[in-house]
């Protein structure tokens, strides 16, 4: 789709009808006006409340309808810090729940305070802030590096860190972190949710917490806990400084934040949960569902937030556009982004209103747009659909690197052949070109190969299925494939040849995902093998099992050592990360050219490709620059367990090739040995080797 014809698109939504600027309250010096969107109401009324006690009603004052479903009101009690809700009545039956005695969360809140479990009261915020002339780094995408973590688990163990500050937004920010994030090399720091979030019901009665965070009470609120203790006693609008406070010291860094954002449904869960806000604001029109009111799940958690409509899109576009400006952050990764993009009829369409104007909207043009392209709806898994604009997890880049590394090789150990030849695999090491179209490129493409959810890198060389009796479901929770190998033992082992080979695994496993053409994404931990016990669901643990531990054994040291090396290789080699695919009939700027070459120092026949008894391969990509030198490098790749001698390819204008990296080490070398075209190089059973290509 063009440009114009997504404005078009969106203009005919009436997403952006003027009708629905300025929702939520808009301070000013006598007070303030509420505006609230509730299209089935017959009646919105604003409830104020005194600042020491949340139960008690100091006024209550009704809105009036102003056209396009929108009800408003101006008061001198809306002023910064006034605590209140909105009450509103209407119709009954037809997926519609009103009810005039509930006091309701008003969507636009920038701040909350709770009066008991399940009790609620926005807070208007004056937001201001001085941001001290530090912009955003704007890191561009073939440099971006992400890192992914959950606010509290990254710095509520680290030693460096005051106590004060253990699991908060500022000491996400403090020297210590941002310390780390720099030895380490990435570039962007994407946070598991941090809108104001609440725990199930369910998982309470469990003695457990909604760690994790993707259940959203409200858009617009930063999560209070997430706060030190001081700023949480003096308030919402502290709360909001500090976290503005993190922005502005990260970006000083150079760091980059991005938000894991929950649009697809809310914490009112199903019909008969909690009626917080939007279920009592106008739940017919902001959830998903039949005719006769019964839900239409397409997220696996309750309810789905109807974007077919004009107010919910718009909702969740003022969102955006809030944390993106008044707030400055760089990015959003969209959680089950699919349930966004459907239509009236609950199918998805990449063309969708809200979709497109995400992406068209000026306000929201410097910043990474990240989709999890699948929600567990009929048509949900949607990966390379997203359009120009998006990039996308790519869970298909997941599932074939780990195949390749793991599976595949204790199939191998049990059948004496491995199931599938190198060629897929090769697909994904140069960028996915068979997921994302050319006009995309490959940095349409988010390589991972863990993420919060799932195995650690540690736990997916150490286990064969999941261990998640700690949840509380009897195992039955969490993914049943996942595409692991314990090398020989479930869980911990003291057996030597075991520890080593699944050291090596985790080499090669973070050697594909840094090596790779596309955005890599590492998650937190990973770089120091850390561990859940197998628990591949640990959603429900605030503990030890899922804070990142900051005293690491000599082989840890040794891994942090390896992904060190590989992200400064990726920054020293453009060739690596290029913008573009290449295309053989013509020169692509910021493309690489790649040749591929089989053990013999061949060029890969059809055979080479496709058979499983041949999984090795010589790859050699060279920079096509616009803005760099010329690069050209050399990866091996040897994909079963013997040892195998390969012949260094001739190239044309390679005169040598200069080691770099090889998983076979424990530790990286930084000596930079000599090769020529023709020598012979011996490889370890599955292992990778970098050369630099001159």
């Not at 017959?42 to 004052?61: H, K, N, P, Q, S």
């Not at 760089?330 to 990449?350: E, N, S, V, Y």
């Not at 700027?589 to 008894?613: C, F, K, L, Q």
């Amino acid at each position: 789709m063009s440009r114009t014809d997504s404005l078009a698109t969106i203009a005919s939504s009436g997403l952006l009808s003027p009708d629905l600027d300025g929702l939520g309250v808009t301070l000013a010096p006598d007070g303030g006006t509420l505006r609230v969107w509730s299209g089935h109401a017959d009646g919105v009324e604003l409830v104020v409340f005194d600042d020491t006690d949340l139960d008690w009603i100091i006024d209550a004052v009704p809105l009036e309808p102003v056209g396009g479903g929108v009800w408003e009101v101006s008061s001198p009690h809306l002023r910064a810090g006034v605590r209140y809700a909105i009450r509103v009545q209407g119709p009954q039956g037809g997926g519609n729940t009103f009810n005039s005695r509930t006091l309701l969360v008003e969507p636009y809140s920038r701040g909350l305070v709770a009066g008991g479990f399940g009790d609620w009261r926005s807070v208007a915020i004056d937001g201001s802030f001085d941001w001290g002339g530090v912009d955003k780094p704007r890191v561009s995408l073939d440099r971006t590096v992400i890192y992914e973590g959950h606010l509290k688990g990254l710095s509520k163990r680290h030693p460096l860190v005051p106590p004060a500050l253990h699991g908060t937004y500022a000491g996400l920010a403090h020297p210590a972190m941002i310390d780390h994030f720099h030895s380490l090399g990435i570039t962007s720091i994407e946070l598991l949710p941090v809108h104001a979030f609440a725990t199930e019901p369910r998982l309470l009665q469990h003695g457990l917490a909604n760690y994790w965070g993707y259940n959203t009470l409200n858009f617009f609120t930063p999560h209070a806990a997430y706060a030190t203790e001081a700023n949480r006693a003096q308030g919402p609008e502290a709360i909001l400084r500090e976290f503005k406070g993190m922005v502005k010291l990260l970006h000083a860094a150079g760091l980059e934040v991005i938000l894991d954002v929950v649009y697809n449904h809310t914490a009112e869960e199903a019909i008969g949960g909690p009626r917080t806000s939007l279920r009592g604001i106008d739940n017919r029109s902001y959830y998903r569902q039949t005719d006769e009111g019964a839900y239409i799940d397409v997220t696996g958690c309750g309810n789905s937030v109807d974007t077919s409509t004009d107010a919910a899109s718009r909702l969740v576009l003022d969102s955006l556009r809030y944390w993106a400006n008044e707030v400055q952050v760089d990015g959003f990764r969209f959680d089950l982004a699919a349930t966004l993009g459907r239509d009236a009829a609950h199918t998805f369409t990449p063309d969708h209103p809200l979709l497109r104007a995400i992406v068209e909207d000026p306000l929201l043009a410097d910043v990474k747009k990240i989709a999890e392209p699948w929600d567990v709806g009929m048509g949900g898994w949607q990966t390379g659909n997203f359009g120009d604009g998006w990039l996308e997890w790519n869970d298909r880049y997941r599932d074939r690197v780990r195949n390749f590394w793991l599976s595949d090789v204790d199939y191998a150990r049990r059948a004496s052949t491995a199931p599938v030849g190198i060629g897929g695999f090769a697909t994904r090491l140069a960028g996915s070109s068979n997921t994302f179209s050319t006009e995309r490129g490959p940095l349409a493409s988010i390589n991972f190969v863990t993420a919060h959810d799932g195995f650690t890198l540690r736990d997916l060389v150490s286990y064969d299925v999941k261990h998640n009796m700690g949840n509380g479901e009897q195992n039955r929770d969490g993914a049943d494939t996942n595409r692991s190998f314990n090398h020989g033992t479930e869980g911990p082992t003291e057996d030597v040849g075991i520890l080593a080979i699944r050291r090596k695994a985790m080499r090669n496993l973070l050697g594909t995902l840094l090596l790779s053409a596309g955005i890599p994404m590492i998650t937190a931990g990973d770089e120091f093998g850390r561990t859940q016990r197998g628990n591949n669901n640990a959603y429900c643990h605030d503990s030890p099992l899922t804070w990142l531990s900051w005293e690491h054994a000599p082989w840890q040291e040794d891994l942090f050592a390896h992904v060190q090396r590989l992200l400064a290789l990726r920054a020293d080699n453009p060739a690596l990360r290029p913008s573009r695919f290449a295309r053989l009939d013509q020169r692509t700027p910021s493309a690489s050219v790649m040749e591929w070459y089989d053990e013999h120092g061949e060029t890969m026949s059809i055979d080479r490709w496709t058979n499983p008894a041949h999984r090795t391969l010589q790859y050699v990509a060279a920079s096509t620059p616009e803005n760099e030198d010329f690069n050209r490098i050399l990866l091996i790749v040897h994909g079963n367990e013997r040892p195998i001698e390969v012949t260094l390819p001739v190239v044309e204008g390679v005169e040598r090739f200069v080691s770099l990296w090889s998983s076979a080490d424990e530790r990286p070398s930084h000596v930079e040995r000599l090769l020529l075209p023709g020598d012979i190089v011996p490889v370890e059973g599955t292992s990778m080797h970098l050369f630099r290509a001159e």
